[in-house]
């Protein structure tokens, strides 16, 4: 069945480093990737999506490329900042009527 | 920022009692979805809904939860009778689509005693 695999646990980074949150999937059917960021005591929001094949996004510094060829949607920023320490999930969605999956999520940790 | 309400944002029971929350989704998303959050921060998908329909639910929400979404009135999850195991933040989320992009409430978070 569908999935989605989030392989890191816990990032910790200086500030001003850069960073890749890796994100692989499974699917049949044609996907849609999602990151969402997940600040402490806060909900869920929408980072980046997307469902065309080697075309980049970017929102707010971070960015993606879905590549179906490996089954992959890695998140990366050049460049954190202290304010980018939250969790984030991977999620997958398709058009064949099944629910949004989420990966485990990957904790970044930004230290001065 | 998302206009998904979701009350209470805490909620307190024994063991045994019943435990609802409610979920105002955002305006035109016919798409509701619910989570159950673990302290690992896990998501684990619970129920969704297309207007007042059933898309999709696990086995323990068929059996132990009630939950409904009916027209002009907030969604609802209700546990039938909580066990400390249900301790938990549950998140909603309403979607334009049932595979577009959510938006989430702040969740309710329930604490079994």
């Known amino acids: 069945g569908d999935s989605v695999t989030q392989t890191e646990g816990l990032v910790t980074l200086t500030k001003g480093l850069p960073v890749m949150l890796n994100c692989t999937y499974q699917t049949t059917y044609s996907p849609f990737l999602f990151w969402y960021v997940q600040h402490l005591n806060e909900a869920p929001k929408l980072l980046l999506k997307?469902?065309?094949?080697?075309k980049r996004t970017e929102h707010q510094g971070f960015y993606a490329t879905l590549h179906k060829s490996s089954s992959s949607f890695h998140l990366q920023k050049s460049s954190v900042q202290l304010s980018d320490s939250a969790l984030y999930f991977c999620?997958?969605?398709?058009?064949?009527?099944?629910?949004?999956?989420f990966g485990t999520g990957t904790k970044l940790q930004v230290v001065p | 920022n998302s206009k998904v309400i979701q009350t209470p944002r805490y909620l307190v029971k024994g063991q045994g009692q019943k435990a609802k929350m409610r979920c105002i989704p955002e305006k035109g998303h016919p798409v509701v979805f619910w989570y159950q959050q673990n302290k690992n921060n896990e998501f684990k998908f619970l129920i969704n809904f297309q207007n007042q329909e059933v898309l999709q639910q696990i086995d323990m929400t068929e059996k132990r939860f009630s939950a409904e979404c009916p027209s002009n009135s907030p969604c609802s999850l209700e546990i039938q009778s909580s066990e400390a195991g249900d301790s938990a933040l549950y998140l909603c989320a309403s979607s334009p689509d049932n595979y577009a992009e959510q938006f989430f409430g702040p969740g309710t978070r329930l604490t079994v005693l």
């Open positions: 999620a997958l969605s398709e058009n064949s009527g099944t629910y949004q999956r």
């Open positions: 997307s469902s065309t094949d080697n």
